[in-house]
Nanobody, 124 residues
């Protein structure tokens, strides 16, 4: 059993920043990957970023490269998404998820555990 709880969402003006956190409990991870996804109203859920837990290797969607940074804290079993220079098109519900593999995968189907999501709204 794995539980993920996201936090840090909210309302921010365009150009602002937010940091999302995802606390994982129920088991210990090492050679796994954690990812962030988002879903805007009327759109499909899309990949945002992922980090390989053991090495810190990261991957990003083109739309957020240079603006978002994913990181992890091994001691706290927590993954973060630092979002800078936010744009209105970043508005979505953001989800964190766990991929029980030893490498990063962008496909949603690879992630077995999901959080409840946290709302991020960017005003123009």
């Amino acid at each position: 059993q794995v539980q993920l709880v996201e936090s840090g969402g909210g309302l921010v003006q365009a150009g602002g920043s937010l940091r999302l956190s995802c606390a994982v409990s129920g088991r210990t991870f090492r050679s796994y990957a954690m990812g962030w996804f988002r879903q805007a109203p009327g759109k499909e859920r899309e990949f945002v970023a992922a980090v390989r837990w053991s090495t810190g290797t990261t991957a990003y969607a083109d739309s957020v490269k240079g603006r978002f940074t994913i990181s992890r804290d091994n001691a706290k079993n927590t993954v973060y998404l630092q979002m800078n220079t936010l744009k209105p098109e970043d508005t979505a519900v953001y989800y964190c998820a766990v991929n029980p593999r030893d490498y990063i995968v962008k496909a949603q189907s690879a992630y077995d555990y999901w959080g409840q999501g946290t709302q991020v709204t960017v005003s123009s």
